[in-house]
């Protein structure tokens, strides 16, 4: 499949929408002068161009400073692939959609004046005072460690271990990998999840399987997952709930745009729920 920026503007001109006002505004200039430079070097092939996603991203970055630019040259680009025929399936859609759900963190961080509703506690801090309380090889310092990896709502019980194909929730792990079929309040959206554990999580896992044997992944005598999560806390002396540990994940300042929709993708919501967490210190 081969694209010229004559049948692109042709499409644009044909297009229902073009009968609005700015429509040709919004959409076609903009991604013409995303191509103009690109295709300078690619010659007149707008898919050879859009399959270079790494140049193309990384030259809206550079030539836009203002995030809310950047985010409107990227929803036109993304809107291209996804309305002119078989565009999504000859590009790497997933990346230009990501670029711009990063973008949204940006503008959001950019324009974000609110106070915070709480402080921010480093997730770093939490972890030293629940290993401090309980002890680093404790059920609570792996529920802790896990967390950080997989901050999705309450679903952290009735994890089976192994791959039980008839289970809900399950950990496999010498794929070292968590599948969520069914989860808290989005799992009909999103569908079922896969996602990879770092290797010092599952070493965590591993030992703590060995010296405690079992069929769940957390086990906590409350099985009340929220009142399980503040007395949790509250022993180590942190006075807060799961909001308190989601805060401090999606807060942390050091998190990249990007590393937000990779969170956002775990949580299993989009990035402008994860964006409700962000809050100034």
Request: glycine share 4%; with cysteine; proline share 5%.
């Amino acid at each position: 499949m081969k694209l010229s920026v004559e049948q692109v503007q042709e499409f644009y001109k044909n297009h229902p929408q073009n009968e609005t006002a700015n429509f040709l505004k919004n959409h076609s200039a903009p991604v013409l002068r995303l191509f103009s430079d690109c295709l300078e070097v690619k010659g007149n092939d707008v898919i050879k161009c859009l399959k270079k996603s790494k140049d193309v991203l990384e030259k809206v970055k550079t030539k836009y400073t203002n995030p809310n630019t950047v985010k409107f040259y990227l929803q036109s680009l993304l809107w291209l692939i996804d309305q002119y025929p078989g565009l999504a399936k000859a590009v790497p859609r997933d990346k230009y959609f990501d670029a711009w759900q990063a973008s949204k963190v940006l503008m959001i961080e950019h324009t974000n004046t609110q106070k915070a509703e709480q402080p921010y506690v480093p997730y770093s801090d939490i972890q030293e005072k629940v290993d401090t309380k309980y002890g680093p090889e404790s059920m609570e310092s792996l529920f802790i460690s896990f967390y950080k990896e997989v901050p999705a709502r309450l679903d952290f019980y009735n994890i089976m271990i192994g791959g039980n194909n008839t289970a809900d929730k399950y950990l496999v792990p010498d794929r070292a990998t968590l599948v969520m079929r069914k989860y808290n309040k989005t799992s009909d959206k999103h569908g079922t999840k896969e996602i990879k554990l770092s290797k010092e999580l599952m070493d965590k896992i591993n030992a703590s399987l060995k010296s405690n044997p079992r069929l769940e992944l957390i086990v906590f005598s409350n099985r009340n997952a929220s009142k399980a999560i503040v007395n949790l806390l509250k022993g180590a002396g942190i006075k807060g709930s799961l909001n308190t540990l989601r805060h401090s994940i999606m807060s942390d300042p050091k998190t990249t745009p990007e590393e937000r929709v990779e969170l956002a993708k775990k949580a299993g919501h989009s990035i402008t729920t994860n964006m409700d967490y962000i809050r100034k210190n």
